[in-house]
């Protein structure tokens, strides 16, 4: 058996194979390690397509099997001390060993919304190669389309009804997976790299105020919207933690573009899976409808569809309870879903002004960069005004997203706010 990069051991590969074929029966006869694509494909962790050549001894079948993995970085002992203080892959790692497949087994319907696992270590996770299957991300700077927002919205329907039911049947997520439902996104603690970053995207914020061509013609107003929109985007320290009003659910709670792979038909997205599991939390299903909607999706869609998608939503959502004996009137009103949605909105809104910044960025721009954690580091936790200047003169349509959740948040926040 070859196995050139030894990720593996005999006995992974083996159980890895058997898992996948519901067999032991098996031989392994190749393992075959190559990079995702060209060049480095993530800072975060370092990802490679698997290749498993093995045979059914009982029946004399033989079997090319796929598979995707994911694991630390191997680049330097710094580069991976600086990932484990994100505890992305300590969550991710308890999500697909324990808390997705808890989850799954809650689901009444047979829609799939996250890869099948067959293989965890705190520093590896080894998942179906769902890009073989025909699974494809969305075009990270282009908006998604009804079709592509209607299949989210029902998978995640599905994720939030399996959590309530989840929590019907055992104890709250909230104390069952404690450990691991600490947040890693929008964390207050200070010297902590994700707050950094926040604040880095806070500073970054402010400094393009000088182009919103709206309020170009009263600077009085604009040194207002300066001095306040600071304190606005902090809002959301306490708006990402679990409501004390509302009824939570586990939130992949990190939902755009490049998290979710979808499979096609004839142009159109049938089918899809959820990734990075990375940064989730316990939130009300609205923090993350509204985190999804203002990631993928303009001011105007939202504004033409939002009663559309979140009726889609519920309907969803309804069914998927009643397939497993539940009310949604009980568990989870209609009402309490459309108020949690009008007071969460402003996490959609933050969002969409801090994160906008590095995801819609331009890779030629961020690329050197990945090469020195120094250099990361400094884009992502210290300044990255030059980077998104430069995106924003090189870009109209980096441009156009950015100002306008800007503009959104200006207005339906700290506008509206002063004058009520």
Known sequence: MANSSGLLSSEEVFAIVSRRLGSEDIQVEEVVYAPIGPGMTGFMGDHLRIQIVAKETRLGQRYE?????????????????????????EKEVVAYSTILPKL????????????????????????ENAAHQGFQ???????????????????????????????????????????????????SIEGNSSRNWFVTGIHTAVHITKYLQ???????????????????????????????????VLCHGDLWNNNIMFRYE?????????????????????AELVFFLHMTTRRAVREAH?????????????????????????????????????????????????????CLMDPKIIAPYTTSLGKFRKVLEQDRRQEVEENIQSNPIYKERILEALEELVECSILKNRSN
């Open 306 to 358: 939002l009663e559309e998608f979140l009726t889609l939503y519920y309907e969803t959502f309804s069914q998927e309870l009643k397939l497993q004996g539940y009310e949604s009137e009980q568990l989870l009103p209609w009402t309490e879903l459309r108020d949690s949605f009008d007071r969460l909105r402003d996490i959609g809104r933050i969002v969409g002004v801090i994160s906008l910044q590095m």
């Open 137 to 187: 991300l969305h075009d990270n700077l282009t908006c998604m389309d009804n079709a592509h927002v209607t299949l989210v919205l029902k998978n995640l329907a599905l994720l939030h009804a399996a959590s309530i039911i989840f929590e019907e049947r055992n104890s709250k997520i909230e104390d069952a997976f404690k450990e691991v439902l600490f947040e890693n996104l929008f964390s």
């Open 65 to 89: 099997l796929q598979f995707f993995s994911k694991s630390l970085p191997t680049t330097s002992q710094d580069h991976i001390e600086y990932v484990i203080s994100f505890g992305a892959y």
């Open 266 to 286: 004839s142009g159109r997205p049938i089918e899809l899976r959820f990734v990075d599991f990375q940064m989730y939390r316990y939130n009300p299903p609205a």
């Open 104 to 127: 799954r087994e809650c689901q009444g319907s047979q829609a799939r919304w996250s890869c099948d696992c067959f293989l965890t270590r705190p520093d590896l996770i080894v998942l």
């Open 214 to 248: 709206k309020f170009s013609d009263d600077p009085k107003l604009l040194s207002v919207i300066k001095k306040e929109l600071p304190d606005t985007c902090k809002r959301m320290w306490e708006l990402a933690k679990p409501s004390k009003k509302y009824r939570n």
